[in-house]
């Protein structure tokens, strides 16, 4: 089985004058990797997909490709038009990658038939590896646990990006070994790996990436009373980085440390003023406990 153990960035897709900064994108992922993060995930929720073209999404994966190794990279796919997905994703399988990232179809609400169809159809077509996105705050449909724990079943499911708010749900996936279990939720990366979670899939990790690295060695250790020091050196930036939609306040303090620019795309928006102003002395304070 893949090994998606560790913590992955859920990369942002910078913008400059309303077109992709290739760049802005390679430099940060470049600095990411070299902070010791796992790998990337690319074009997810907080690489802003939903607003990309295919053309663009496929020029961000290539992007990425070059200051990664093939190992360190999972792709975002999703949709709810099924035979575009899979034309999708033959297009990212011609590309050397860890693994797709796929969430439940969205808007269309399925019955939990209908995604264990969905799922099972996906994963037979996969070439890689396959990470299931249990989101049902975005995706407007939850997988019931029943549901998911026989999904994971299929041999080319080896993770779970989990943001069910479920932790039953977690505990029994964890508990039966199928997939590795990695959080989506940054508040409870440290709670999660404590349950023996594998990881997470982060998007506040863009900021002081080496502390979240750090907590998840601390943890290996066994050195639980310095893994939450670390955890509550991060919690006030973890809250600051949801304070808004995501990504704005990740690229707000991407911006302040002169990385990319700040700017989303339509109809997202950049934090507010207000937020920039809160967020300047915890970022501040941050960096400090960082050095």
């Known amino acids: ?68 190794r093939p190992d360190q990279v999972v792709m975002g796919l999703s949709g709810n038009n099924l035979q575009d997905l899979l034309g999708f994703q033959r297009l990212i399988q011609s590309r050397d990658i860890a693994g797709v990232l796929v969430p439940a179809p969205y808007y269309i609400r399925p019955s939990q038939q209908g995604l264990e169809r969905f799922f099972q159809t996906v994963a037979d077509a996969s070439s890689v590896p396959v990470v299931l996105y249990d989101i049902p705050y975005r995706t407007g449909v939850r997988i019931e646990p029943e549901t998911l724990r026989r999904i994971v079943r299929h041999p080319r499911i080896a993770a779970v990006k989990d943001c069910s708010g479920d932790l039953e749900t977690t505990l029994a996936l964890i508990a039966d070994g199928n997939a590795q279990i990695l959080t989506g939720e940054d508040l409870q990366i440290f709670s999660h790996l404590t349950l023996g979670g594998s990881g997470a899939m982060s998007a506040s990790a863009h900021i002081t990436p080496k502390l979240y690295v750090q907590m998840m060695q601390q943890l290996d250790g066994g050195d639980l009373v310095s893994a939450r020091a670390t955890f509550y050196r991060l919690l006030p930036w973890i809250k600051m980085a949801f304070s808004e939609p995501n990504p704005a306040v990740i690229k707000a303090a991407l911006s302040l440390q002169g990385v990319i620019s700040q700017e989303l795309r339509e109809p997202m928006q950049p934090c507010s003023s207000v937020t920039l102003e809160r967020l300047r002395p915890v970022l501040s304070q941050l960096l400090c406990q960082s050095q």
């Open 1 to 68: 089985m893949s090994d998606f153990r560790g913590i992955w960035v859920a990369l942002v897709t910078p913008f400059r004058s309303g077109q992709v900064d290739f760049e802005a994108l390679e430099n940060l992922a470049g600095q990411l990797l070299a902070d010791g993060v796992r790998g990337l995930v690319v074009c997810g929720t907080t690489g802003e997909a939903a607003a990309l073209s295919e053309e663009e999404r496929l020029a961000v994966l290539d992007a990425v490709l070059q200051v990664a």
